[in-house]
């Protein structure tokens, strides 16, 4: 199976800062990846797929970019509403469908 | 507009069963890929089950031969069977659609004597 690691695990920022968030893969996966973001209590919410592909609906300042084994997701001017978790995810037709373990991002 | 609704949730002893449903609309449940992602309380993101539009069924290791998907196409409806359970599967479940662009708001299952 494919495992996923994510860096950092958290990360305390200000409004208006520049986020880049990393997984890497322990196979080579293509662009077979998702990213979500997560707040409190709320089911997560696609962001990216495809590893570059913007959901519809999504604000344009996240962004994701890579292929292989290393996958970023980067968010240019950080809005009060992107305080989340947010998660990495293979995306192949077949599972598992293994998530990352999730980067933490709150106000610094 | 696409909308998906878990139920059937609750409190249950180690050792029993729940069957968690989640009722679809917007779309031919039968038609996508459906599937189940749990998450423990204060945890991660979890991949449980999936039902393909052709019928196929797959199961994370952890669930695999006490969970069981299903579908009803004459109710639209996504389930999950969860059997012989333990404290380890006390989670919010969640089900989302083909694309993982639509989820449910969750359900919570509880596992405790």
């Known amino acids: 199976d494919i495992q996923m690691t994510q860096s950092p695990s958290s990360l305390s920022a200000s409004v208006g800062d520049r986020v880049t968030i990393t997984c890497r893969t322990s196979?080579?996966?293509?662009?077979?990846l998702n990213w979500y973001q997560q707040k409190p209590g709320k089911a997560p919410k696609l962001l990216i797929y495809?590893?570059?592909n913007l959901q519809s609906g999504v604000p344009s300042r996240f962004s994701g970019s890579g292929s292989g084994t290393d996958f970023t997701l980067t968010i240019t001017s950080l809005q009060p509403a992107d305080f989340a978790t947010y998660y990495c995810?293979?995306?192949?037709?077949?599972?598992?469908?293994?998530f990352g373990p999730g980067t933490k991002v709150d106000i610094k | 507009e696409v909308q998906l609704v878990e139920s059937g949730g609750g409190l249950v002893q180690p050792g029993g069963s729940l069957r968690v449903s989640c009722a679809a609309s917007?779309?031919?449940?039968?038609?996508?890929?459906m599937t189940w992602v749990r998450q423990a309380p204060g945890k991660g993101l979890e991949w449980v089950s999936v039902?393909?539009?052709?019928?196929?069924?797959y199961y994370a290791d952890s669930v695999k031969g006490r969970f069981t998907i299903s579908r009803d196409n004459s109710k639209n409806t996504l389930y999950l069977q969860l059997n012989s359970l333990r404290v380890e599967d006390t989670a919010v479940y969640y089900c989302?659609?083909?694309?993982?662009?639509?989820w449910g708001q969750g359900t919570l299952v509880t596992v405790s004597s």
């Open positions: 039902i393909y539009s052709g019928g196929s069924t």
């Open positions: 995810q293979y995306s192949y037709s077949t599972p598992p469908f293994t």
């Open positions: 495809g590893a570059s």
């Open positions: 989302a659609t083909a694309g993982w662009g639509h």
């Open positions: 917007g779309f031919t449940v039968s038609s996508n890929f």
């Open positions: 196979q080579d996966i293509s662009t077979f």
